[in-house]
């Protein structure tokens, strides 16, 4: 029994000692696995900011515009990013405005020659004239968000030194610094740290650059103006698209919705950019992006500043990268000489307070939204019938919601349903989700435009529908 117990003994305490061993070599391999990943990482950057910095010392500055040192005061000249080995880390929140150009000849005081003879108006590589897009976007490294809104070009607002008029016009009057200006007064106040104007004949070539993107053609899309030599012919339907072939699709505006149509297939492209191309790998390539575009880009970013953001962009959770449009409504017919977007002061500054983190003297904006007052859009995206949607209708009625109604069916198939949070309100998209129990929240600007909450009813809809239905029998 005890030379037994003793072999026993001996033979546990062998395979103890090749754990033991194991563990330390796994152990040792991990610590060396870690090491090569982390002195990888920092190769990569460090490379990466070298190349960056070649390229900016080269090359054509990133900043083309001559700025007076009023119009330099305009924007927050504090670091955004660290110093030393902490050069891609973004150390505070930032405002970045972004503007779109799109400039015909007329639009500029002196053309290139070679486009006087022409009997058409192509496109120029210039950032005067009418600001054909607009986004404010904040990097908030406190709440780990990217947010951005969109303000439709045509939004009513005071310019300062040229009174009431669209928002496009003030990079036409005063350039970057104005029109920061402009969007600061419109935003209650939001201050602005940077901004970056890109040429339309820079976007084509980012997005070749990056490989292109795939996404939901929502509809048939052809339009025709000789007069700019502007031709969109696309088909409905997921594909991937070329940089011509994306930017026929962000600057199609002829339907029923016009602009504000064009800034919902904006943050479609947005999102499928940021998915499918925001990762190290596309870090690793700034430098050779930067330099096919640097010459349709007009910006106060450093080139340290630019890498921060790339880098803040490449760790932020997808859940938490947010899109929003200005609130407000269209000029009806006949209410002013001009169409408008008239933007709506209470809800800007609810939507400031919640995602912008400016202070209102408004107390209600504190609580929370009742769901009776709650707008709900259902589009279905299955091609079912309607009837059945009754069941989800009653499970939301059920829960309180009072303003249901179904609207224009989502052109994409989906396989999860979309709880979009229309107006930018997260939470009550998030207790619409827990009330359902399946689809995913997504704060952002694509769902039906007279909503608060739109749910895009997907494929998940059809597997939950019978447990839906049992527990409104009980």
Known sequence: ???????????????????????????????????????????????TAGALLAVSLTSTPLQQAQLSPKDEAVFDSDRISGGGLRFSELTRPVNLLVMGMSV???????????????????????????????????FDPETKKIIMLSIPRDTRTEIEGYGMKKIN????????????????????GAGIDRYVRI????????????????????????????????????????????????????????????????????????????DQ?????TVAQLP?????????????????????????????NRSNMQMLMLPGRFSEKGEFDA???????NAIAKLMTQHFGLESEQEQLATATDPRSLRV???????????????????????????IYVAKAWGEPLDVTHIVAQQGDGDSAESIRNTLGFGEVRVESTGNLGSDISIQVGQDWLQQKSILEESLTK
């Open 104 to 138: 015909l000849p007329p639009d500029i005081q002196n053309p290139p020659e070679e486009t006087k003879n022409l009997k058409y108006l192509p496109q120029v590589n210039s950032f005067d004239g009418l600001s054909d897009v607009m986004l404010l976007v904040k």
């Open 377 to 403: 859009a259902i589009q279905d995206s299955t091609g079912g019938d309607r009837s059945n949607l009754q069941p989800l209708i009653r499970a939301l009625e059920k829960s309180g919601y009072r303003n």
């Open 277 to 281: 191309t925001l990762n190290p790998a």
């Open 339 to 345: 169409s408008y977007w008239l933007p709506s002061k």
């Open 199 to 274: 040429n339309v004949l820079g976007v084509a070539k980012l997005i070749d650059a990056l490989g292109g993107v795939t996404v939901y053609v929502p509809k048939d899309m052809k339009y025709q103006d000789d007069s700019q030599h502007l031709y969109i012919n696309l088909k409905a339907g997921k594909q991937h698209l070329n940089g011509e072939q994306t930017l026929q699709l962000l600057r199609f505006r002829h339907d029923e919705l016009g602009d504000i149509g064009r800034i919902q297939r904006q943050q479609m492209v947005m999102r499928a950019l940021m």
């Open 169 to 188: 016009s003030a990079n036409l009057e005063g350039g970057p610094a104005l029109t920061a200006r402009t969007v600061s007064n419109l935003l209650g």
């Open 1 to 47: 029994m005890t030379i037994q117990r003793s072999s026993a003994e001996e033979n546990q305490s062998g395979k103890a000692s090749k754990s033991i061993k194991k563990i330390s070599q796994n152990s040792k391999s991990g610590r060396w696995l870690w090491f090569w990943v982390g002195m990888s990482g920092i190769a990569m950057v460090s490379a």
């Open 288 to 316: 050779k992006v930067l330099d096919v575009v640097k010459d349709h880009i007009d910006t106060n970013l450093t080139v340290e500043e630019l890498v921060a953001l790339m880098g803040f962009g490449v760790r932020t």
